[in-house]
């Protein structure tokens, strides 16, 4: 079963997926990012005031990311380098996803992509106030990763709200399950966690 994971930059869809994560073993439940599928630097769009734009459908390469997800559900094991965010200090890591009952792929935009959303039998949207995702946004990219506020503020203005807009959240309303992330999400961690745990205890 493809479980798929959407939500604004800032919903909180990391931090519910690590939650998720520690309630199954390995065996049982594989996760895939979107985020290891970011083409290089150099490929990125350029906006009008020549900053890249990390946050288009383009930005990844979707055909490695379908490819990847298809040998996942045909039990194959997929290795992938880890993405670390263009940052000189990170080492990154070679990947291995082994195939398993449950699939977790998650990203922004893995509901757009007319030939991954197919693939996904349960769409699950993260959702928050946009005051909440700004806030959220801004604590990672200055605190965790040292982007200077002005640039955080700029790039959330003009790259990932449009692109939140336009992308993600038309696809809210195709969600089979939408849960707040305004306080926390642990009745809808819940609720996910039940249901997966029943899907794998069925002969």
């Known amino acids: 079963m493809v479980i798929g994971i959407t939500g604004g930059s800032g919903s909180g869809k990391t931090t519910f997926i690590r939650h998720l994560r520690e309630q199954f073993s390995p065996e049982h439940l594989c996760i895939i990012s979107q985020d290891d599928y970011y083409l290089p630097r150099e490929q990125q769009h350029t906006d009008a005031r020549g900053e890249r ?9 979707k055909k490695a990311f379908r490819r990847d997800l298809e040998r996942l559900r045909n039990g194959e094991s997929v290795t992938r380098m880890e993405y670390t ?4 200090d990170a080492t990154p890591r070679m990947l291995t996803f082994n195939p398993a009952p449950i699939i977790i792929v998650e990203g922004l935009f893995v509901f757009h992509y007319k030939k991954i959303a197919p693939l996904i039998d349960l769409k699950v949207f993260i959702n928050a106030k ?7 946004r801004i604590y990672r ?28 959240l038309p696809y809210k309303e195709a969600a089979d399950l939408v849960i707040n992330n305004n306080e926390h999400f642990h009745q809808g961690l819940a609720v996910l966690i039940g249901f997966l745990k029943s899907k794998l205890a069925k002969p």
């Open 130 to 136: 946009e005051n909440l995702k700004v806030i959220r």
């Open 141 to 168: 990219d200055q605190v965790e990763r040292n982007y200077p506020i002005e640039d955080v503020l700029y790039k959330y203005q003009h790259h990932v709200l449009p692109a939140y807009e336009r992308y993600i």
């Open 53 to 61: 734009n990390f946050d288009l459908p383009q930005s990844f390469d």
């Open 85 to 88: 965010f263009n940052n000189p």
